[in-house]
Structures are given as C-alpha cells and as structure tokens.
C-alpha cells in the first residue's frame, strides 16, 4: 500500500439563515473544513462540517460556538499530523489506531475530562472520506457497493427513489411546517428537548415539548401520502438526550396518544444521554440511537442490553468507517437503519445519499428515506450547490421531496467520487 506524504487543512465558516436551536443551545455557523491527503501514488480531498453542539454539548456549553470551532479544527490538524509517513490501510483500521490519541488530546484541549467520542470522530469525518477514496483508488477504483461489501451485507438495495427527510427545529414555523407538507414532505424529523428560558427545568421543558408535537400535529395531521403504510405523515422525533427518566417519556408519548399523534411517531431518537442510557423495550414506539452508539460495541450493548431498536447512521458526521461497522452490527441483528443529517453542504450530501440508498426502508415507509436540512438552513445553499461534484444532475435535486435515482445514478455512484470544485 501507498505512504501518506503530506496534507493540508482549511476551513469557512458559512452562515445560517437564523438561530439553529437544538439540545438547549443554538448555532449561527457552521465550519466547512477541508482536507487534502497525498500518498506517493495519489492525491484525494474531503470535506466535513463541525458542530460542536451535537457531538458534544458540554464543550459547547464551555468553550461557545467560536471557541468550540477552534478546538475541533485543532483536533483535525493534529490527526493528519497523526497521519503523515503512515502506509495506507482499511480505513476503518486507520481510524481505530488513530482515535485513542486523538481522544487523549481532545481532552487535554477542551479541558474535558468526559469528552465524547463523538466530537473526535465529528474532527476526522473529512479525513476518514480522503483516506476512503485513497484505498478505493489502491484497490482498482471498484464501485461503493463493492468497496463497502466486505465491511457490512447491509447496503445490498439500490433504492430507485429516497424521500427528503425535513428538519423541524424549535422556531420552525406553522406556515413552514405546512409548505414542506405541501411540497410532499412526509417524514418530518422534530426536534424536542427544548430548554424554554434558558432554565434548563426539565417540566417545563416537557410542557413546551407536549405542545409542540400538539401544533405540528395540528398542521400535519391534514395532509395525505403515498409514501406511508398509514396514509399520513410520519414523525421522527429527536430528543438529543435531554429526557432524564423513563416516566417522563411516558407522559410525552401519552399526550401522543391522546392527540392522536403515536400512531404516526416512526422513530423516538436519544431520549437519554449516554451516562443516563435507560431500558426501552417497554415503550410503545421504536427507539433509536444516534450519539450515544459512537462504535459497534456501543450500538451492540444498546441493541442487546436496552432494547433500542433502530440506529441513526451519520457517515458525513461520525465518519463512513463507523457508520459501516454500526450499520453491520444493526443488520446482524434486523435493526433497522437510516441516515441522519448534520446539517451538511451538498457535496456531503451526496455522501449520506449514497449510503442511504443501500439501505432498506424503515418500517412504516414505502420507499427509503435520509435526512437533508441544509437548504433550509445555509444562508448561502445555491452558492454551496454550484461547487458540489453533483451539481447539474437530475438526481441532484428533489421532486416533491424525493430524490429519483435510476440506473445511472448508481452507475456513477452519484459523482461520489469525483473531487469538489471548490
């Protein structure tokens, strides 16, 4: 195999269109990074999107937005480093014998001393994807179904049209809400576990939680799809961790009931955090995982000893490698799957995308589905859109919130790997 001989590292901060508010806390940018690597054979570029606030809240809470940025970038430049005369490998075997260093620096940098996995491997999300193109370039250039096939038996569908997944956050508004449904939406991932007053009081935070799913059911509750068993659309809802006790769910999904909106809720995602995982087996809608399953290990005992029973997949913010490897666990175990959104640019995008449309669809669903939220949220989305590999392409754009892909999507793997313009 190939030597890595040099890299290269660089970032843009890009601004939202407003206040991005989740886990209590609320973003106005998010840091584009990007990445080169070398080898004496060939030269690949990566991209990724940090956000401080998902992978790990409590840095956020400490060091701020500007700060945070900072550090995770810190950690980026100090993984390539890592890197430099190592001979290339299985990416996922590159990036287990990285992380234990980078977690050691992580928390000498963020004075943390709990830091989560996940904001190590939010820093190397970039630099997974260029090691990814460098193997595949090492191997023949095979297409993605035969690069991922001896990492997981999970990804065997080429679903021929994948349905946008729309984010709704705390501010979403009803007239937003109410045009995504008519623009043929029909799951919508809602953010709960808000924190009205900045006072972190988990009642009230339920409160304003049971009226939120009570508004946007409200509004929802008047469309119809084709895309769902039911008829109607479908909520994903994402807690972020903040829920405290298992009684505290039950009376969330209790005023579901009442107002009619459980049968819709096709996924329940984090309702506790990591250090407070409880059992969920009992709970009368699916439980996924997202933060808390940061390895195979983590999604196995959450599967096997908590009865979570769907795993959000993240390969442009937790890294392809992992996302394989959990995704594999998950389809040992008929778990389903799905991909989650970072609030991601286009080029990765096509990276969720691709891998998404392997996937099986979620119960509930009659087509496959992944979360994009960027163009509701990128000040500068079209700008973005122009220097993705995609841009151009029929399959690039949605049509009633679904993106088709026929034959010769998968035949160019969707520009998977073509470099950025940018």
Request: charged share 20%; aromatic share 10%; with cysteine.
């Given at each position: 195999?190939?030597i890595i001989q040099s890299t290269s590292l660089s970032y843009r901060p890009e601004p939202l269109l407003h206040s991005f508010g989740f886990k209590g806390g609320a973003l106005t940018e998010l840091w584009q990074v990007y990445i080169t690597i070398t080898t004496d054979n060939?030269?690949?570029?990566?991209?990724?999107?940090?956000?401080?606030?998902?992978?790990?809240?409590?840095?956020?809470?400490?060091?701020?937005?500007?700060?945070?940025?900072?550090?995770?970038?810190?950690?980026?430049?100090?993984?390539?480093?890592?890197?430099?005369?190592?001979?290339?490998?299985?990416?996922?075997?590159?990036?287990?014998?990285?992380?234990?260093?980078?977690?050691?620096?992580?928390?000498?940098?963020?004075?943390?001393?709990?830091?989560?996995?996940?904001?190590?491997?939010?820093?190397?999300?970039?630099?997974?994807?260029?090691?990814?193109?460098?193997?595949?370039?090492?191997?023949?250039?095979?297409?993605?179904?035969?690069?991922?096939?001896?990492?997981?038996?999970?990804?065997?569908?080429?679903?021929?049209?994948?349905?946008?997944?729309?984010?709704?956050?705390?501010?979403?508004?009803?007239?937003?809400?109410?045009?995504?449904?008519?623009?043929?939406?029909?799951?919508?991932?809602?953010?709960?576990?808000?924190?009205?007053?900045g006072r972190n009081d988990l009642d009230e935070m339920l409160e304003w939680d049971m009226a939120r799913l009570t508004q946007i059911h409200s509004v929802l509750s008047k469309f119809d799809t084709p895309w769902t068993d039911c008829g109607k659309p479908l909520y994903y809802?994402?807690?972020?961790?903040?829920?405290?006790?298992?009684?505290?769910?039950?009376?969330?999904?209790?005023?579901?009931?009442?107002?009619?909106?459980?049968?819709?809720?096709?996924?329940?995602?984090?309702?506790?955090?990591?250090?407070?995982?409880?059992?969920?087996?009992?709970?009368?809608?699916?439980?996924?995982?997202?933060?808390?399953?940061?390895?195979?290990?983590?999604?196995?005992?959450?599967?096997?000893?908590?009865?979570?029973?769907?795993?959000?997949?993240?390969?442009?913010?937790?890294?392809?490698?992992?996302?394989?490897?959990?995704?594999?666990?998950?389809?040992?175990?008929?778990?389903?799957?799905?991909?989650?959104?970072?609030?991601?640019?286009?080029?990765?995008?096509?990276?969720?995308?691709?891998?998404?449309?392997?996937?099986?669809?979620?119960?509930?669903?009659?087509?496959?589905?992944?979360?994009?939220?960027?163009?509701?949220?990128?000040?500068?989305?079209?700008?973005?859109?122009?220097?993705?590999?995609?841009?151009?392409?029929?399959?690039?754009?949605?049509?009633?919130?679904?993106?088709?892909?026929?034959?010769?999507?998968?035949?160019?793997?969707?520009?998977l790997w073509k470099e950025n313009l940018s």
């Amino acid at each position: 195999m190939a030597i890595i001989q040099s890299t290269s590292l660089s970032y843009r901060p890009e601004p939202l269109l407003h206040s991005f508010g989740f886990k209590g806390g609320a973003l106005t940018e998010l840091w584009q990074v990007y990445i080169t690597i070398t080898t004496d054979n060939a030269v690949a570029t990566g991209q990724s999107v940090q956000s401080v606030l998902w992978s790990d809240g409590a840095v956020f809470a400490r060091w701020g937005q500007q700060q945070g940025n900072e550090k995770m970038l810190q950690l980026t430049a100090y993984a390539l480093d890592l890197l430099k005369g190592r001979e290339l490998e299985a990416p996922p075997v590159m990036l287990r014998k990285l992380l234990p260093k980078l977690m050691a620096y992580g928390v000498e940098i963020t004075e943390n001393e709990t830091l989560r996995t996940t904001f190590a491997l939010n820093a190397l999300t970039g630099i997974d994807f260029c090691l990814w193109k460098l193997y595949r370039k090492e191997l023949g250039e095979p297409d993605f179904d035969h690069l991922v096939a001896p990492f997981t038996q999970g990804l065997q569908q080429h679903q021929p049209r994948l349905g946008l997944i729309p984010l709704l956050t705390y501010d979403t508004s009803e007239n937003q809400i109410r045009q995504l449904a008519e623009e043929g939406c029909f799951l919508f991932k809602i953010k709960i576990g808000s924190n009205p007053g900045g006072r972190n009081d988990l009642d009230e935070m339920l409160e304003w939680d049971m009226a939120r799913l009570t508004q946007i059911h409200s509004v929802l509750s008047k469309f119809d799809t084709p895309w769902t068993d039911c008829g109607k659309p479908l909520y994903y809802l994402d807690a972020n961790g903040r829920y405290d006790t298992i009684e505290r769910v039950e009376r969330f999904l209790k005023c579901a009931e009442e107002i009619g909106a459980l049968k819709q809720i096709v996924l329940l995602e984090e309702p506790f955090a990591e250090d407070n995982i409880q059992n969920v087996q009992h709970l009368p809608v699916r439980i996924a995982a997202d933060e808390s399953a940061h390895c195979a290990e983590d999604a196995k005992r959450l599967m096997d000893e908590y009865g979570y029973s769907a795993m959000a997949l993240k390969p442009i913010a937790k890294t392809l490698s992992v996302s394989l490897e959990v995704l594999e666990a998950a389809h040992k175990r008929s778990v389903p799957c799905f991909c989650a959104d970072l609030t991601v640019n286009p080029t990765m995008v096509e990276l969720n995308k691709r891998f998404a449309a392997g996937l099986s669809s979620l119960p509930g669903l009659k087509i496959g589905v992944f979360e994009t939220n960027g163009a509701q949220n990128y000040a500068n989305w079209v700008r973005l859109q122009t220097l993705c590999p995609a841009y151009g392409e029929d399959w690039a754009e949605p049509s009633m919130s679904c993106y088709n892909l026929p034959p010769n999507y998968y035949f160019s793997d969707g520009n998977l790997w073509k470099e950025n313009l940018s």
